[in-house]
């Protein structure tokens, strides 16, 4: 079993039995991590490298993990201690990488577009692990895992996506797997928080989140980029925890048990109540322990380890 | 300059399109490297030291005055490594061009008599074309205080501009229209709004919104647009609008245009050949600025073209570096090189009706030597021979390791198109022929 692809850059290049496939390859390896030895040597013997050129500590140590628990050996090299900082362009970095006979380069990278980059340049894998605003495939296929391990069936599934929908590679993974899979998406935030033509994508618009929330049965809240505060997105982190901010009675307004979502790191307080992100509702810490099967059954299909 | 060639020469039997003067089968007369006369069954006496008569065969191909383009970045003095003013006037003999404008975006920026010269001694002493150095608006072209346009004029700037760098403070542009008034110059805006487009990288719309990219909103372009016309209205300066992108901006040219403004504009063949979806794929060969727009965009820089709202065809030939665009889509430099494809696809428009044959080559040659008041884009007796010879039926594949250009930029590769320059004649002088030419 494999992908028919070379690289997993976004989740717009996937068709709905290709998502499928990977769910399915993340059932049996969600196993191995329950076991007491959790190893299987599905990789031995590949060389897998995160190339990570932005911060992060949740997405690398889940791939990290994910590859040693499928005994590939890991590399992890990230641009404060490399040749990057001599000016050396992305794809020379990677092209020296694969020099080295890596099978699997796992990139992170602040611009959108530097995975569909890199994968034309080389002919090691290459699995986006977030570029820009554009796609975090991973985090999407994570996602979706989680919904159907709580037995939740795609098609017809009513999921808000709130919060800065405009510069999240999560919102854009997540809208393209959802509906992929027949889900029916809407985004829920400011006007200045959303891109243009998001209608486009076939999901629905809503400013208010409390309509937004009518009847959802997935309540998925991206991180507010607290930074942005200065760039006229919003006036204050207080008014947009008052007018998007996930409270205990706005949950209420969604469907009766209906699921929270969160990708981390959390603001606790901000756009999301701490009662909620640690109530019954959330499911944040299983995407947390579902990343690393996802990545795992990814790294598997593309490695071409099943052939 | 290199002095003009003494060779008689007789183009005999080409379709001769001298735009509101001639269009038809006809022979040219050049001597002493001046066109001495334009009419059937012309006959050459030779003249000059040897008194020979060069004979060209023009039959089944097009004669036109020397394409004019009044938008090219030759990178020179600065970036060397991109153009030079030798290589790019190379690549505009090879397109048909002999006569460009190029831009003061150079390092250091082309804001003083001195730099002027230098660009002018240079292009002399490669003589594939006459270069127009374009002086800078500001010193520096930071928007802030005015450079000594008086000057600029006199070493030979034919217009000024921050091209790249536009004059955001409305005030500064007020007293730069106000100024050059004094000397009658054109002013140049690239109209953008660089608070709405900041960080900005493409178009704004479903396919900046696809691929996570900034976008930058045509209103950004529209903005400007209307504060330079209502400027030009406010001085009575001469506004000429670069490459035009949207069609508001169209819209805001044709109704200031009907108002009597002095406005000329042009556009690019890119922006009248590409959408936004080239860009699909990260593809950072279809990244300039103004963005490649959306289709509803296109269509109304046609009609603009059509309707005369838009005088001019220009190339703005950016060349940058392989390297360069081998980055990142965000940081990759916006630009293509556009001289040795610029026929070709104005050619297109023809085919599609968008333009007849004359007022496409009116506005490669007439229309732009009009707006910047150069003796250039005629076959009137008298003037500079500055010819081109295209032969319109030839198909031809876009190759750009074959540019005359330096950088190799263009999202053309590998087009098909039709209709291809066969040679190029500076002050009767030849200086492009292609290999079938030869």
């Known amino acids: 079993m494999s992908l028919k692809q070379k690289d997993l850059t976004g989740i717009a ?4 039995e290709e998502i499928m496939q990977i769910l399915e390859t993340a059932d049996s390896f969600k196993e191995v991590s329950g076991r007491e ?3 299987v040597p599905a990789l031995r013997g590949k060389t897998v490298v995160n190339l990570f050129f932005e911060p992060s500590t949740r997405t690398r140590t889940s791939f990290e993990l994910a590859a040693k628990r499928l005994s590939a050996d890991v590399i992890n090299f990230s641009p404060s201690n490399s040749s990057v900082v001599k000016g050396e362009t992305l794809l020379d970095t990677a092209r020296n990488i694969e020099a080295m ?24 894998s290459v699995i986006n692990a977030g570029d820009g605003w554009h796609e975090h495939p991973t985090q999407a296929l994570l996602d979706l895992f989680t919904l159907r391990e709580k037995k939740l069936e795609f098609r017809g599934l009513r999921v808000a996506i709130v919060g800065d929908v405009a510069h999240s590679r999560v919102a854009r993974s997540n809208i393209y797997a959802l509906t992929t899979l027949g889900a029916d998406v809407r985004v829920v935030g400011p006007p200045t928080m959303m891109p243009a033509c998001i209608e486009r994508l076939g999901v629905k618009t809503f400013y208010d989140l409390d309509q937004g929330l009518q009847d959802v049965d997935v309540i998925m809240m991206l ?24 409270t205990t009675e706005r949950l209420k307004i969604a469907k009766p048990g209906a699921l929270v979502m969160h990708p981390g790191p959390i603001n606790r307080g901000v756009e999301i109540a701490p009662e909620i992100a640690d109530g019954f509702s959330s499911v944040i810490l299983d995407q947390v322990t579902n990343g690393v099967a996802v990545r795992m059954a990814v790294l598997y299909l593309l490695s071409g380890a099943g052939n | 300059m290199n002095a003009s060639s003494t060779q008689t020469l007789l183009i005999q039997g080409g379709h001769v399109i001298d735009p509101g003067r001639t269009n038809g089968i006809a022979d040219v007369l050049i001597e002493q490297g001046k066109i001495a006369a334009v009419g059937a069954n012309l006959t050459a006496q030779g003249k000059g030291k040897n008194g020979s008569v060069q004979i060209i065969d023009a039959r089944h191909k097009l004669v036109l005055p020397g394409f004019v383009d009044l938008h090219v970045h030759f ?44 660009i002018l001694e240079k292009a002399r002493i490669a003589g594939n074309a006459r270069v127009y150095p374009v002086g800078a608006i500001t010193k520096g072209s930071e928007g802030k205080e005015l450079a000594e ?29 106000e100024y050059a008034l004094a000397f009658d110059l054109p002013v140049i805006d690239h109209c953008e709004d660089l608070h709405l487009s900041e960080g900005g990288c493409m178009n704004e719309g479903v396919v900046s919104t696809q691929l996570g990219l900034q976008g930058v909103p045509a209103a950004a372009e529209d903005v400007m647009v209307s504060r330079n016309l209502a400027l030009a209205e406010l001085t009575g300066a001469r506004l000429h609008l670069a490459h035009l992108s ?32 080239a860009v699909r794929g990260f593809n950072t060969l279809a990244k300039m600025n103004p963005p490649l727009r959306a289709w ?35 940081a990759a430099p916006n630009g293509i090189v556009g001289l040795e494809t610029a026929l070709s696809l104005t050619l297109v428009l023809v085919e599609e009706g968008v333009l007849t044959l004359e007022s496409a080559v009116a506005k490669l040659t007439k229309a732009p030597a009009r707006a910047f008041s150069l003796n250039a884009g005629t076959l009137a007796s008298g003037v500079d021979a500055d010819v081109v010879i295209v032969d319109p039926q030839e198909t031809w594949e876009i190759d750009p390791s074959r540019f005359r250009s330096k950088s190799r930029n263009t999202p053309f590769a590998g087009w098909k198109v039709k209709g291809r320059v066969h040679a190029t004649l500076l002050g009767g002088r030849i200086v492009y022929e292609s290999s079938e030419a030869r």
């Open chain 1, 223 to 246: 991180r507010l980029q607290l930074e942005r505060q200065g760039r006229a997105l919003f006036p204050t982190i207080r008014e947009y925890s008052r007018l998007y901010g996930l």
């Open chain 1, 13 to 16: 290049s996937l068709s709905a």
């Open chain 1, 101 to 124: 006979q890596a099978d699997i380069i796992v990139l992170r990278h602040s611009s959108a577009g530097a995975a569909e980059t890199l994968a034309r340049g080389v002919k090691s």
């Open chain 2, 149 to 177: 346009i008086g000057d600029l004029r006199r070493a030979g700037c034919v217009a000024i501009s921050d091209d790249g760098q536009p004059v955001m403070n409305s005030l500064v542009m007020r007293r730069a229209m």
């Open chain 2, 246 to 277: 949207t069609a508001g901006s169209v819209r805001l040219v044709r109704e200031a245009k009907a108002r009597g403004i002095r406005v000329t504009a042009e556009a690019c063949p890119h922006h009248f050949t590409l959408t936004e979806e």
């Open chain 1, 37 to 39: 030895i959790k190893k």
């Open chain 2, 75 to 118: 990178r020179e003095p600065g970036f060397e490594y991109k153009e030079t003013i030798k290589s790019g006037t190379a690549a505009a003999a090879a397109g048909g061009f002999t006569s460009v404008c190029c831009m003061p975006n150079t390092q250091p920026v082309n804001d003083s008599q001195a730099i002027t010269e230098f």
């Open chain 2, 296 to 330: 509803d965009d296109v269509q109304a820089i046609k009609e603009g073209l059509r309707d005369g709202t838009i005088d001019v065809i220009a190339t703005d030939h950016a060349p940058h570096a392989t390297q360069e665009k081998l980055q990142d889509f965000a």
